[in-house]
């Protein structure tokens, strides 16, 4: 089904934009991807741009002409928060406001677990829960949720903010047993967003079919996402390999994992 | 399993009626049919009664020596005030009082989406969220679902309110992806009302195990209701030959659908 | 402040709508009252009418020409079916569709504790706890709820349900010790209502503040009743002459009060 | 994965115990096996030991070199006071200290269905929903759940809490229908509390996936249980032999079944 | 109003006791008053005995002809466990059973604040949350409101189980300018759940109207308990003579106070 | 009682600054003042310092020495988005920064309804209801909530986010005849957060005792705020020279005001 016109992906330069430019590929006839560095293997139904989300005007001219924008770029981890505040709290406002001023009507916005961060497991907080940030990125998250709420609020404007849990080729560690969302599933829960009949404003929890249920996601019912991958065919390995964890260690306890013991950007490295 | 004597349909001339004719055959020795209209290709089991709702005496006799009610009879959509009133309303009192005055232990009362048709789509209410009609219709059967919670609270008669959504052949429009109800799975959650252990005054929410998920029908887990069908093979057809929703639409935006887009019917024509 | 010009008082001769009378007098210019009886001792500021609800035409024309409505007329209590059904659904549909022709934006609707008179008195439910109707009168109740919810969703005009709880001059018997409205306090929660700057779809408590507290009204604080009146200087004469009540008798028990053990009225005199 | 060295089983001559004995054999090198009778046929991996849970010393040098405890032991249903005050009570405190004292960090403890026997089927509760016990052996899950809360918050051992609903080889009546835990799944149950990340104080409900849902477990959604059993092929031969329920029946109507119509204890053979 | 002919009253020698026997005299004919130690100054009134609640048969002679029980007896804090068992749960149990079987219908009992110690302060708890005692004593309070509440749902015995937090002569620290309950305020609340016209199974918070609102006791308004006693006349001095606290430290933190930082009572004077 | 040795009071030029100048005087021996502007009659008490927020080493030297932040600095309504990423995003950035490596433990910060102005006034919501900023102002406002709760999460500051509805001498519109905070309430409630017990994170809604309530503080009951002023006395005069409102205009309809009738800051003057 080729929806759209134009799909906009930015941050598809990073491990899921590159996932993204493939698996939306049938939705729209064209794709514009955008990265701060040069992006590879540019595709015919392609426009590779290289674009910083902290310029204004860029940013203007990069969502002009498209039916409607796969946001994911910015910085992808914790780092110093005048970079933060460049990449993901200016250039995040530049793509919505990209977005009112071109008449673009749906946004999917790669939010993070990191916006949940310190809620602890047996918590099974919903969409509804407080914001409990573990990281300056995790605030930065909180606030672009926050600014497209607004956007929906005031401009009309829809966004699925889909707090992605841990999107690797496979899980990293014990705790990805339960986090991990698989590339499929991401790609997945990214198309329901472009095409679900009504999003409004929506917060999703992007996690694959893993046997440990942490998370309530059915408030995001309404976008019709069915995770078909689980982590079980990965477990023994994993479990094999890693120690038993202490149940109290900050990594096991919180929703955030090990960025809960993480220390303030500044002090790194002292 | 023959569980019963003797089951009543009302409305069994109808859309569903014919369908729970053939569906709730084995669970009754007999089934007594009524519509205000000739039911046609009366079956060796069935007692065929031509019956308006609105006549006391002749409900009192229609609701003789049953053992449980399945009420599907009166006017399906929004018509003028006095039709509700006689039909929906005083209707359905005469079903109840019948059943009181018989000896009726149980009935399965199909109520309606419209009910609560002015809840937005992804509000994910439940059977205990505050009622939100979406016409006079939809009124008529908060009435029906008070009525019936009096006659179990006072007088001990189990109810089973089934929130009919869309049931039709096939989805008939984009809404119908995720509100649809299958003849099949209609049939299997008023069969699961039949015969569930213990009904007490239940609300449920019939919709088959579409992709999108709107309402939260956990509450009706103890009449276990396991929906078999699903939309996904009419999906791509029916977005082949319709727009793309605008998600602002009230018929989009709200779970009523169309309904929510009626202006009065003392208007209609106007 | 007579921010009014016509306040429409149905059920005038009744015991609430003689206070009514009064109290109201200050906001409007012209209060029309109007009962199926004759009206006593008729001021300059009333316009005094003679109407059965059940009259759609009589209606009509009752309802020109009005600011606000407070609708207390109909049945007062439990009666057999036919006569709730002219006075309290019919006449009630009729006010509302009054409302709507003549363009009236807001209404004062007397519901009453009977429209969740089976709920026990520690269950300390709010205005969005599922109704639990203790008579057809209660049903009645939830009928008008539902009505004026739907008028609010699709036509725009407002109500206030005020759920009275025991309006009389003096508490009447134990139970009144928690559940007594004072006339001054009834009053009092109508003008509220009708002054307030945003109604909406309001469900409200109407009780006075008495010692026990056994529901929550806390989601109509938006209307600003403030009640003056409780029952303490009444305690002790009513504890002397009434018995100390069996906690599980059914009117000791459900808000309904004795409401709860009332059978159906068909039964009434058997 | 042979995660621990040493379990603990305590009952394990009972019922569940003897299921436990060989499904969790694969999770540890040895497996201490207890009750207060000697217990048959004794494997190379198991130690047994006869014991009385009331017996400070001896539960002391029980819960000796073990990594957990899964603590089954105890009266399993409804029997005079002073036994259960000894046996459950007592014991169950012993357990708790013995493993403070010898440092096992996590417990798995049988529960039961009769901690919160008297909440009715159609309430749907979850793990937060306030006990309701139906039995003074209902009373003594509830000591040992609030027991259990202590030892978590202040001295840092874990403890699964499940309630067992009806574990049993096949369903025995009716309500088991909807209430049985296969042994298999009771297992699993065990198993998954044990292997979990984290389990902190956790409530979960031992039940099979049964067509009829009547409790919400998703609060246990971190511990990854995931029924593999129902009672579907149970049904036709259970139904068949046995009445009609009556759903105002106590024991149809209350999650604890026939325990909400038993008497007191003392009042037995009365 | 002499509403009763005899009331019981346990523990009627400790510091609330004594001031029960005064405030509670006008309620009652003769007030029977227990404790495990010679009661001195005794009235006229009163009948004064000597038991151990331990002792079953001294506890069923003590119960024989009462109209209620106010059940105030056994250890008032954290001591050995054997003390517990004895003093606070076999002799809870054998009130209630004197309740049972001497037909008495209503019983007080003076639970704590430390069955829900562990709680976080600014948790703003209610009734119905979920138990987290802080001490083996919290966890005797836990075991007597499951047993309370069997004793209603199955027998018909109601119980206000008042969970006192800080009732002595004056605040002894800063964390009881928010914890204190006047003694006054303490006899006020007994005296409306000895009066209310329906207790049913009711779990009330015993503090008085103090500045800081930590705790929601909403679900216990069909109580009637209107504190009239608050702290800030001991604000200043208190403030002057005490540092300011740590809000970290488990004593400020929790709900418990100081209870959080006790250790087990078997590692005292360690 | 001057528990403080310093408090540093940011935005003290501005209309709240200078209240809080006067009202915490009593709380501190030194306050330091600090704004954008240079701040008049400076008192003997007072320490002035001119200071940009997004200077990050001025505000590291700001916050130097400090017991407390009342941080109150800042864009104080809608401007354009540069603006308020530099005033209030970075700045309140660098406050918390300050905090942290200075070791200031508690910060009082200057939130506001514009945080959750898109809620509807019906909709009574309470401190963990999900944000729905009306303005970018607003988005700045939950940018610091979330980040207050990472530093509380994290870092151990403690923080009072007090939303503020309207401060001004008095009601300016019929809005704020519900929305109104006195001045003395404003400082009466910081206050209470700086010498609450324990703060940890917590949000708290800053208005005034008025007759309508139409949200829930109850959840910030731990910091002990209890208003003394209303806006009764201002009604008349209010309602005499201001039209009655239209309830379904956004600026009646929503908490926000009319701040949910701006359009975009960037559309201004068009």
Redesign the interface.
Same mark, same amino acid.
């Given at each position: 089904?080729t929806?759209f016109n134009r799909i906009l992906i930015t941050g598809a330069a990073g491990r899921l934009g590159s996932e993204l430019r493939k698996g939306l590929a049938p939705l729209a006839k064209h794709i514009r991807i955008s990265d701060r560095v040069e992006i590879g293997d540019v595709q015919p139904n392609e426009e590779a741009v290289v674009c910083e989300l902290g310029d204004y005007d860029a940013v203007m001219a990069l969502t002009k002409d498209v039916d409607a924008i796969v946001h994911f770029g910015g910085a992808p981890l914790e780092v110093d928060?005048e970079t933060i505040?460049d990449s993901n709290?200016?250039g995040s $406002?530049h793509i919505y406001?990209g977005a009112?001023k071109n008449g673009v009507k749906r946004v999917i916005y790669a939010s993070s677990v990191h916006a949940i961060g $310190?809620h #602890? =497991? @047996?918590a099974?907080i919903d969409a509804?829960? +407080?914001?409990?940030?573990?990281?300056?990125y *995790?605030?930065s998250k909180?606030?672009v949720e926050?600014?497209s709420?607004?956007y929906w609020?005031?401009? /009309?404007i #829809?966004s699925l903010c889909l707090r992605i849990f841990s999107s690797f080729p496979e899980p990293a560690d014990?705790?990805m047993?339960?986090s991990w969302l698989s590339f499929s599933d991401c790609v997945r829960y990214v198309e329901q967003g472009l095409t &679900?009949?009504? =999003? *409004?404003h929506?917060i999703g929890f992007g996690i694959s079919n893993n046997?440990?249920?942490?998370v309530?996601d059915?408030?995001a *019912?309404?976008? /019709?996402y069915?995770p078909k991958d689980n982590t079980e065919h990965f477990r023994?390995a994993m @479990? &094999?390999k890693t120690d038993? +964890?202490d +149940?109290?260690a900050p990594g =096991?306890?919180f929703l955030g994992g090990w960025f809960?013991e993480l220390g303030?950007p500044?002090d790194e490295g002292k």
């Amino acid at each position: 089904m080729t929806q759209f016109n134009r799909i906009l992906i930015t941050g598809a330069a990073g491990r899921l934009g590159s996932e993204l430019r493939k698996g939306l590929a049938p939705l729209a006839k064209h794709i514009r991807i955008s990265d701060r560095v040069e992006i590879g293997d540019v595709q015919p139904n392609e426009e590779a741009v290289v674009c910083e989300l902290g310029d204004y005007d860029a940013v203007m001219a990069l969502t002009k002409d498209v039916d409607a924008i796969v946001h994911f770029g910015g910085a992808p981890l914790e780092v110093d928060f005048e970079t933060i505040l460049d990449s993901n709290i200016r250039g995040s $406002y530049h793509i919505y406001e990209g977005a009112r001023k071109n008449g673009v009507k749906r946004v999917i916005y790669a939010s993070s677990v990191h916006a949940i961060g $310190y809620h #602890e =497991v @047996e918590a099974h907080i919903d969409a509804d829960s +407080p914001v409990r940030p573990d990281s300056l990125y *995790g605030v930065s998250k909180n606030f672009v949720e926050s600014l497209s709420r607004l956007y929906w609020d005031k401009f /009309g404007i #829809e966004s699925l903010c889909l707090r992605i849990f841990s999107s690797f080729p496979e899980p990293a560690d014990r705790r990805m047993l339960w986090s991990w969302l698989s590339f499929s599933d991401c790609v997945r829960y990214v198309e329901q967003g472009l095409t &679900a009949p009504r =999003v *409004g404003h929506t917060i999703g929890f992007g996690i694959s079919n893993n046997r440990l249920k942490v998370v309530d996601d059915s408030k995001a *019912g309404h976008i /019709g996402y069915r995770p078909k991958d689980n982590t079980e065919h990965f477990r023994d390995a994993m @479990e &094999a390999k890693t120690d038993i +964890p202490d +149940p109290n260690a900050p990594g =096991v306890r919180f929703l955030g994992g090990w960025f809960c013991e993480l220390g303030h950007p500044d002090d790194e490295g002292k």
